[in-house]
């Protein structure tokens, strides 16, 4: 049995744009009140109520065997699958910026019998795990560096090679 969790250094990504969020909520309202209590009483709690959301979401664990691929949430079974009776196919969108990259990995499992598409959110593994997950599901390997490619020579140019 294989497990794959959630990501530490994604967790503590998440802690920091939530707190960054509510840093900047608080300027925010700040501009329409100078009262101290409920500028940090607002901007504590929409900071809490988005750190919550996030990790409830978002927090997850893949148990993968020979037959089954179980999916829990906060160690909660939300969904179990037999690889058998599914097909797996995988989408990376990865976004470099001045302060880190972010990558959105999403896999989409569509059962074979009943043809119905669900996706799986899995950016909380990180980029490394969710290329080990997709190397246990047989998936293709994770993507090679983009070749340089040489542009084609046009018609006059073959004509004086000749």
């Known amino acids: 049995m294989k497990i794959f969790k959630s990501n530490i250094f994604t967790k503590t990504k998440l802690v920091i744009y939530s707190i960054c969020a509510g840093a900047f909520l608080s300027i925010v309202i700040r501009l329409f009140t100078d009262n101290n209590a409920i500028i940090f009483g607002i901007s504590t709690l929409a900071a809490l109520f988005w750190l ?3 990790f409830t979401s978002n927090n997850i664990t893949i148990r993968l065997d020979n037959e089954t691929m179980q999916v829990f949430c906060l160690n909660k079974l939300k969904r179990k699958y037999y690889l058998k009776s599914v097909v797996f196919d ?3 969108k990865t976004q470099f910026e001045s302060i ?3 990558s959105d990995c999403n896999l989409f499992i569509t059962n074979q019998i009943t043809n119905k598409r669900e996706t799986l ?3 909380m593994l990180g980029l490394n795990t ?3 997950l997709l190397e246990a ?3 293709n390997s994770p993507p090679q560096p ?3 490619l040489i542009p084609a020579s046009d018609d ?3 004509k004086s090679h000749k």
């Open 52 to 54: 919550f959301s996030s």
């Open 137 to 139: 599901l047989g998936l």
């Open 121 to 123: 959110d899995c950016s």
């Open 146 to 148: 983009a070749q340089e």
């Open 156 to 158: 006059t140019n073959l």
């Open 100 to 102: 880190g990259s972010d």
């Open 130 to 132: 969710y290329f080990k």
């Open 90 to 92: 995988s989408y990376i």
